[in-house]
């Protein structure tokens, strides 16, 4: 009897590998995913990288660089890795810093923040993620150094 492999029918978002992802891990919970749905994830058998894939009906899909963070004697913790660019300076060379920090100026309640860090400039980038991605320059509290400002003058 051959079993065979359940892929991920989508691109790779690390290298655009396209012929199908080895699904490692199903019914996922993506910590600061777009959409509130279960994902699964893929590993790209050409980088060994992970891929989070949800889909809503047939045509509507989500799919993003993901990152497992493995806890001991827990369930493993999942996070999208999006493609940022700087907000200060337009670099594309992004690195996540921080998921779900403290703004003290939320463009809406319901948005929730993460933080990269631009290796062009060194600043800080805060994006929110619901339905799209939005990106702000963001600053540090200088008294208070987990609360971040959103766009300041
Ligand atoms: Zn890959
Ligand atoms: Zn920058």
Same mark, same amino acid.
């Given at each position: ?10 691109? $790779?978002?690390?290298?655009? +590998? ?14 600061? *995913? ?9 590993? $790209? ?19 993003? %660089? *993901?990152?497992?963070? %493995?806890?001991? +004697? ?24 921080? /998921? ?10 319901? +948005? ?5 860090? $631009?290796?062009?400039?060194? %600043?800080?980038?805060? /994006? ?8 702000? $320059? ?16």
């Amino acid at each position: 009897m051959t079993v065979t492999q359940p892929m991920l029918d989508t691109r $790779c978002a690390w290298c655009g +590998f396209d012929a199908g992802l080895p699904i490692v891990s199903e019914h996922v919970h993506i910590t600061n *995913a777009q959409v509130a749905m279960e994902h699964a994830v893929g590993r $790209c058998p050409q980088c060994a990288r992970t891929t989070a894939l949800a889909r809503w009906g047939r045509d509507l899909r989500f799919s993003y %660089k *993901a990152l497992e963070y %493995k806890r001991l +004697f827990r369930r493993s913790t999942w996070v999208a890795v999006y493609d940022v660019i700087c907000a200060w300076c337009g670099s594309k060379a992004t690195d996540p810093a921080e /998921i779900n920090v403290t703004v003290a100026n939320p463009v809406s309640e319901r +948005f929730r923040y993460d933080l990269y860090a $631009c290796q062009t400039c060194g %600043k800080a980038t805060a /994006i929110s993620y619901l339905g799209e991605l939005r990106t702000h $320059c963001a600053i540090r509290d200088d008294v208070y150094r987990a609360l971040w400002y959103l766009d300041p003058d």
